[in-house]
């Protein structure tokens, strides 16, 4: 049984990148935390954003609050 019962899960400052923030989101999901976050801080963690970020976000259905401030995100490089 899924028991993650995480409602606010803040890595700001650690400067982690696109790497580290995915499999800590992947492992909330498969501990059965997304249903139960409301607000991510992911503020300055030196993000870019990639696909994969996105998935794993997208498994958030009830996230209230999401903080991506001072990373390094430019969607535009990302269209091609």
């Known amino acids: ?5 995480i409602v606010h ?3 700001a400052g650690n400067k982690l990148g696109d790497y580290v923030v995915r499999k ?7 501990g059965g935390g997304c249903d139960n976050l409301l607000k991510l ?9 990639t696909f994969g970020m996105i998935e794993s976000l997208s ?3 009830n996230l209230k ?3 991506l401030s ?3 995100i430019n969607l ?3 269209r091609s």
């Open 1 to 5: 049984k899924k028991t993650c019962r």
């Open 9 to 11: 899960l803040s890595l």
């Open 70 to 72: 001072y990373n390094a």
């Open 76 to 78: 535009e490089s990302k």
């Open 41 to 49: 801080d992911l503020r300055e963690n030196t993000l870019t954003f």
């Open 24 to 30: 800590v989101l992947n492992a909330v999901q498969i």
């Open 59 to 61: 498994h958030m259905k």
């Open 65 to 67: 609050v999401l903080d």
